[in-house]
């Protein structure tokens, strides 16, 4: 009656439940299917990285410029049967450094014959082979070396600095004239990871040999990590977001009436 008093409350901002534009519960729900996806993505990404991939440091500048001394490489596993001119691999071999893995670059695969050089250039089959992983101004002939036919499931490896590699042109005289066994090879370079180089230049000049290798899945696997993460950070920051926005909506609380 007359003293009565009656106090309304504000309604809530949002609207109904399911319903409001932000702090809604399906922006919630939309919020916790973006986190969940984004550590799938995330962790997904690694795990197929470390399945796939192995990292090696480069102790030598026998690689130079392609991969200089101290750089930290990753190398997806492969078969050493896949493996194709222009490859840059790990391999081991006890004749070439003991047990340590050694990085050199496949230039003729069995049943090539390889020699050097024709008009400065590097010849596989009778054809020269452009090589523009090579320093500027550096002669890709190598003194002394032979007309070498590679026997079947081996290779011919050369490193890209020509002048100070200890590759297959060094080991001319041991009993597998300096090539190396497919099975022997343990995986492939894609790319320089330390410092962020990147991937490595396709080895075009081999094209006219046959078909080069297929590029591995890094790339992809590196956006699948990216994405991971911008999805678990964007859901994650929905939650404060939402209340802020909220806040500048409806203002300050108004007081109880009668309050003082």
């Known amino acids: 009656m007359g003293g009565e008093s009656t106090t309304h409350t504000a309604p809530r901002s949002g609207g109904a439940p399911g319903t409001g534009p932000v702090g809604g519960r399906t922006g919630q729900v939309l919020s916790g299917i973006a986190v969940a996806l984004g550590l799938a993505l995330f962790l997904g990404g690694f795990g197929w990285a470390a399945l796939t991939y192995r990292p090696y440091t480069v102790p030598t500048s026998s690689m ?6 101290g750089d930290r490489v990753l190398a997806q596993v492969v078969d050493g049967d896949d493996v194709r001119r222009g490859d840059v691999v790990v391999f081991t071999d006890k004749t070439w450094a003991a047990n340590a893995p050694v990085v050199k670059r496949v230039v ?26 090579l320093a500027d101004g550096s002669p890709a002939e190598i003194a002394g070396i032979p007309s070498v036919e590679v026997p079947a499931g081996r290779l011919f490896l050369l490193g890209d600095e020509r002048q100070g590699s200890l590759d297959s042109t060094a080991h001319l005289t041991d009993a597998a004239g300096g090539t190396v066994a497919r099975s022997a090879v343990k995986a ?37 990590i990216v994405g991971g993460g911008v999805l ?9 977001i939402a209340k802020r926005a909220a806040r500048r909506r ?10 003082r």
Do not use: H
């Not at 130079?64 to 001394?69: F, H, L, N, V, Y």
């Not at 010849?123 to 090589?131: F, Y």
């Open 188 to 224: 492939r370079v894609d790319a320089v990871v330390w410092p962020m180089d990147g991937m490595l230049a396709r080895p075009t000049g081999f094209e006219q040999l046959g078909s080069l290798s297929r590029p591995g899945p890094l790339p992809l696997i590196g956006w699948l």
């Open 250 to 259: 409806t203002g300050p609380r108004p007081e109880p009436a009668g309050a």
């Open 232 to 240: 678990v950070l964007a859901g994650g920051a929905y939650g404060p």
């Open 64 to 69: 130079s410029p392609t991969i200089a001394a």
């Open 108 to 133: 003729a695969v069995g049943g090539d014959t390889v020699a050097c050089c024709t008009g400065g250039k590097l010849t596989v089959n009778g054809k020269p082979v452009d090589e523009p992983y």
